[in-house]
Structures are given as C-alpha cells and as structure tokens.
C-alpha cells in the first residue's frame, strides 16, 4: 500500500508507549496496532485529531505517501 503509517515514529520521539496513546484515545491496544500497521482500511477524523493532539504533531507527521514499483 503506498500509504505508510508512522505512528511508531511519533511515539518514539514522544517517548511514549503504544498502551499509553490507545488510553489516552480510549481505543483498544488492538484497533491502535491496526492503525500502526496500515492495516486500516481508513481512519476517521476525529481519531486523526485526537492522535495529532495527543502526540503534538500534524496529520503529515502521521501518514506518507510513497509510489509503489510496478
């Protein structure tokens, strides 16, 4: 998929744990592994904000566009 989830970036430069973002979202560790892995379907709005304000970061922190080979 050429979108590329980074999640796991932002909570390394927020030195935080996954367990401690899914709290303070009120999401399971589950649907947050889901959203990490770009396993996702998609993600709503309002999670994005509440990521983005959790982590003090911008929806372009969180997701990259990268050109798949063919």
């Known amino acids: 998929?050429?979108?590329i989830v980074n999640?796991?970036?932002m909570l390394a430069r927020r030195k935080m744990q996954s367990k401690e973002l899914a709290e303070e979202l009120g999401i399971t560790p589950a649907n947050l592994s889901i959203l990490k892995t770009g396993k996702a379907k998609g993600v709503r709005f309002d999670t994005l904000e509440a990521i983005c304000r959790v982590l003090d970061c911008q929806p372009g922190d969180l997701l990259e566009y990268r050109e798949q080979d063919n």
């Open 7 to 9: 999640i796991d970036v």
């Open 1 to 3: 998929m050429p979108i």
